[in-house]
């Protein structure tokens, strides 16, 4: 068998002097990338801020706007009670107009009965007995009859 043939071996003296560069190439890999890490974690932290106070804003107008909301539907109930009673109270008006004219039309019935009275009392006095005459009397006098005397 023939012996395995060997490679040669680096030069030890080139691998020092490659030393320093290699460490230097590390050293502003890994200074890169701490910047790098630094300026994300700012910007980061400027998202972070903005989107709190953005959440602070909406808050604030989620806050208003329940309020606005309460505020109208107050409004609306009141407006609905306030219908309501404006309905009985005109309903209430009705009536009250039909009782005028009915006391109206009661009222003339009354005075045409009133006028037609004293012809008929007359006719009647002559067939009543003196006492229910004098009781007769004092009736009209004291306005029991709904006549004026």
Same mark, same amino acid.
């Given at each position: 068998m023939s012996p395995i043939p060997r490679l040669p071996r680096p030069n030890d003296g080139k691998k020092q002097k490659h030393l320093p560069l290699v460490a230097a190439i590390l050293f502003l890999g890994a200074m890169a990338s701490l910047t790098v890490e630094d300026r994300s974690r700012e910007k980061l932290e400027q998202t972070r801020e903005s989107l709190t106070r953005e959440? $602070?804003? !909406?808050?604030?107008?989620?806050?208003?706007l329940s309020n606005q909301l309460a505020h109208s539907e107050n409004i609306k109930? @009141? /407006? !609905? $009670? =306030? /219908? /309501?009673e404006l309905a009985q109270l005109r309903a209430e008006v009705v009536t009250l107009r =039909?009782? $005028? +004219?009915d006391f109206s039309a009661l009222q003339r019935q009354n005075q045409e009965l009133c006028a +037609?009275?004293?012809s008929q009392r007359s006719s009647l006095t002559n067939q009543l007995s003196p006492?229910? =005459?004098?009781? !007769?009397e004092? @009736?009209?006098h004291h306005g029991r009859d709904g006549c004026a005397s």
């Amino acid at each position: 068998m023939s012996p395995i043939p060997r490679l040669p071996r680096p030069n030890d003296g080139k691998k020092q002097k490659h030393l320093p560069l290699v460490a230097a190439i590390l050293f502003l890999g890994a200074m890169a990338s701490l910047t790098v890490e630094d300026r994300s974690r700012e910007k980061l932290e400027q998202t972070r801020e903005s989107l709190t106070r953005e959440f $602070a804003a !909406l808050q604030n107008q989620n806050s208003t706007l329940s309020n606005q909301l309460a505020h109208s539907e107050n409004i609306k109930s @009141t /407006s !609905l $009670a =306030q /219908s /309501s009673e404006l309905a009985q109270l005109r309903a209430e008006v009705v009536t009250l107009r =039909q009782n $005028a +004219r009915d006391f109206s039309a009661l009222q003339r019935q009354n005075q045409e009965l009133c006028a +037609r009275l004293p012809s008929q009392r007359s006719s009647l006095t002559n067939q009543l007995s003196p006492d229910d =005459q004098y009781i !007769l009397e004092s @009736t009209q006098h004291h306005g029991r009859d709904g006549c004026a005397s």
